[in-house]
Nanobody, 127 residues
Framework: QVQLVESGGGLVQAGGSLSLSCAASGRTFSSYGMGWFRQAPGKEREFVATISWIGGGNTRYSDSVKGRFTISRDNAKNTVYLQMHSLKPEDTAVYYC???????????????????WGQGTQVTVSS
């Protein structure tokens, strides 16, 4: 059974950078797209970024992170990354990696389309 395992969260000061990784382990992994979502205390889970797993690696970002975060992939390693720069206190949340392995569409921003989820990794940005 495929599992998604995130790593790379931590504590950083405002203006700093962090990089998250999400590795798919288990049997042969295939996906239409990979996404990052986040959930802050008392708030709903929100879309952060997504990348297609096949083809040219089309990406899409939420307006709140566009220009500061970069999503990328390494298909050979079954890994997706999220590089975060110019972090703000409002970026503080648990970040989740997700995979869409069933719906043949890419750049999906709603969590309901993703059927595999990681356990989450905490990102805390201090002011």
């Amino acid at each position: 059974q495929v599992q998604l395992v995130e790593s790379g969260g931590g504590l950083v000061q405002a203006g700093g950078s962090l990089s998250l990784s999400c590795a798919a382990s288990g049997r042969t992994f295939s996906s239409y797209g990979m996404g990052w979502f986040r959930q802050a205390p008392g708030k709903e889970r929100e879309f952060v970024a997504t990348i297609s797993w096949i083809g040219g690696g089309n990406t899409r970002y939420s307006d709140s992170v566009k220009g500061r975060f970069t999503i990328s992939r390494d298909n050979a390693k079954n890994t997706v990354y999220l590089q975060m720069h110019s972090l703000k206190p409002e970026d503080t949340a648990v970040y989740y990696c997700a995979a869409n392995t069933r719906v043949p569409l890419t750049n999906l921003i709603e969590a309901k389309w993703y059927d595999l989820w990681g356990q989450g990794t905490q990102v805390t940005v201090s002011s």
